[in-house]
């Protein structure tokens, strides 16, 4: 290797760690786009990397709406340069299967895992280009099996691969993590039929999940994987819903 390609090898390593460890040159600010951020988890981590010196973009289109997601993101890699995306949005449903018409199981399968890899595959060449990272909001039912949980897992498992696989595909161009929360306190449980109990030692915090994606995206080496759980197993059931469960959405 030649001296002057040596010296641009080192500069671009350089450029990246700096880019990585949150340090900004004058005038330039780190931009993450988070999704979800309306709520819960996406909240959480929006609010920590704006205090941390991030500028928070989002997306308005709906996730059922592929073609609009697509091309809104099109538009936005276009306008300016992406150091991180957060995939935070999700919904769920908790039912027997038979108890579940085909729409709810296409909204569960478009906005936990459709919509994100559509959202990815439009900013990619973008992200290659700032040696961003990418971090998605997984789920501990990715990793396990559980009753009335069927198409959720399925959703978040296939997240998980996703993620997984990307990060050998492009790895020598971005960073790609999976964090796996288990029952986490927010807003996401509020219409579903069960929710964790009040003992603090059965949930885990949003904030405790937006301090780990901070920590992530400022270590230099790639964290593939990440399992969050609470020391305890403590849910509550809530008596007005029956055993078709319910849903929520954060986007």
Do not use: W
Not at 173 to 187: A, E, F, L, Y
């Amino acid at each position: 290797m030649s001296k002057e390609n040596l010296a641009q090898r080192n500069l671009r390593d350089a450029l990246n760690l700096t880019r990585r460890s949150g340090i900004k040159f004058k005038g330039e600010k780190m931009k993450a786009l988070v999704t979800g951020a309306s709520g819960g988890i996406g909240s959480a981590v929006a609010e920590l990397l704006r205090q941390n010196g991030y500028e928070i973009l989002t997306l308005s289109s709906r996730f059922e709406d592929t073609d609009a997601l697509a091309k809104e993101c099109r538009t936005l890699a276009a306008a300016q340069g992406i150091d991180a995306l957060i995939l935070c949005a999700g919904t769920a449903k908790f039912a027997p299967l038979e108890a579940m018409n085909e729409s709810e199981i296409l909204k569960i399968l478009n906005v936990n895992l459709a919509a994100n890899i559509i959202i990815t595959r439009a900013l990619l060449p973008n992200l290659k280009r700032n040696c961003a990272h990418i971090i998605g909001i997984g789920s501990i039912e990715a990793l396990r099996a559980s009753r009335f949980s069927a198409v959720y897992s399925a959703s978040k498992a296939g997240l998980r691969a996703f993620l997984l696989c990307l990060f050998e595909e492009a790895r020598k161009q971005i960073r790609v993590s999976c964090i796996n929360p288990d029952i986490t306190k927010t807003p996401f449980y509020e219409d579903l039929s069960f929710e964790p109990a009040d003992d603090e030692a059965s949930f885990v915090d949003a904030g405790e999940i937006a301090n780990f994606t901070l920590q992530i995206l400022r270590t230099k080496s790639n964290v593939s994987e990440f399992t969050i759980r609470p020391q305890i197993v403590n849910l509550r059931k809530k008596s007005k819903f029956n055993r078709e469960g319910g849903e929520l959405e954060n986007r």
